[in-house]
């Protein structure tokens, strides 16, 4: 049986899921399995990976069901004794699954391991992301808290991390009942049962230019996260606390830029943390003007410019 098992859900990325896959066959640590599961594309991202010769690569297919019930299924076929996530648009270095086995191996009896990651925000145009000064770029082992080094970019991206499959089961698995955040629900949750590692280096890509791009469902539409879930466990912890009040954050603005006053304050009326003031202005303002505001934020990203409202 292989190390690592690789997941990767595929949906309509016949565009972009050979070069993915090109990345992901030169790694250095070559003792992995790919699965990837087809979740129901309507275009040729199968017939892509059809052409594959390498048997590593295992294929499956599902109705649409999304991500997570996608993700599950993989994790429900992988071998490896230690999964690592891969989205069929984001780019690992040769050495990403080396770095994550010698994380594993280093500090074993963690819950997730992570590697440090490049925020592609154009076509021209990526940046080293840095998490709080907990976690400064030179530090390589158990996080003190996740949460707080969470502050300014998420540690629990899920092209960067890999979780042992003897932790992914019962609770510990994507929520497919929802239709944003699984991957928020299921890296909370772990984190605060169990410990979390991270690389000092960065070997992935992610494409959030092109995650921007395809992210066109309303917030109206999607099913969100419930963050009840958490309450006791915020209590007890402040830094988890602030770290979900800025996802409530994001969905009351969200909201207000849909129109949906009653969605905005139903998130908003649970902040127990210091909002910025930028935001506050924000949320004074008619919904018509924030769409302008996004759509010249966006405009600005094909440019290179990146910036945040929630920090």
């Known amino acids: 049986m292989p190390k690592i098992s690789v997941v990767i ?15 992901l066959l030169v790694q250095t640590f070559t003792d992995f399995e790919v699965i990837i599961v087809n979740d129901g594309s309507t275009d040729n991202g199968f017939e892509i990976v059809s052409q594959f010769s390498d048997n590593r690569i295992r294929l499956f297919q599902q109705e649409n069901k999304g991500a ?17 996530f891969l989205d069929a648009d984001d780019y690992w270095y040769p050495n990403h699954l080396e770095e994550l086995f ?30 709080s000064p907990s976690a400064s770029n030179d530090f390589r082992g158990i996080l003190s808290d996740f949460f707080k080094a969470s502050k300014a970019y998420r540690v629990g991206l899920t092209s960067a991390i890999a979780i042992p499959k003897s932790v992914l089961k019962n609770d510990f698995l994507f929520n497919s009942e929802i239709s944003s955040g699984q991957d928020l629900e299921l890296y909370t949750k772990i984190a605060i ?24 469902t309303p917030i109206s539409k999607k099913k969100l996260m419930d963050f009840d879930q958490f309450q006791k466990a915020e209590n007890k912890n402040e830094n988890l606390r602030n770290f979900l009040d800025s996802y409530r954050l994001e969905y009351a603005l ?4 849909a129109g949906d ?16 003031f930028k935001t506050k202005v924000l949320l004074f303002m008619p919904s018509f003007i924030l769409r302008f505001l996004l759509k010249t934020k966006h405009l600005l990203k094909k440019y290179g410019i990146e910036f945040s409202v929630y920090h």
């Open 9 to 23: 859900p595929l949906y309509n990325k016949g565009f972009i899921i050979s070069e993915t896959l090109n990345y």
């Open 68 to 84: 997570a019930a996608a993700r599950n299924l993989g994790i429900e076929k992988a071998t490896g004794e230690l999964i690592a």
């Open 102 to 131: 010698r994380l594993y191996n280093d500090f074993p009896n963690c819950g997730i391991y992570g590697s440090r990651y490049f925020m592609k925000i154009s076509n021209k145009k990526s940046f080293k992301t840095t998490y």
């Open 193 to 216: 049962e169990k410990p979390v590692a991270i690389t000092n280096l960065f070997t992935v890509e992610y494409n959030f230019s092109l995650d921007n791009q395809l992210s066109k």
């Open 254 to 257: 969200q909201f207000r830029i």
């Open 261 to 276: 006053l009653e969605k905005s304050n139903f998130y908003l009326k649970d902040i127990t943390s210091k909002i910025p």
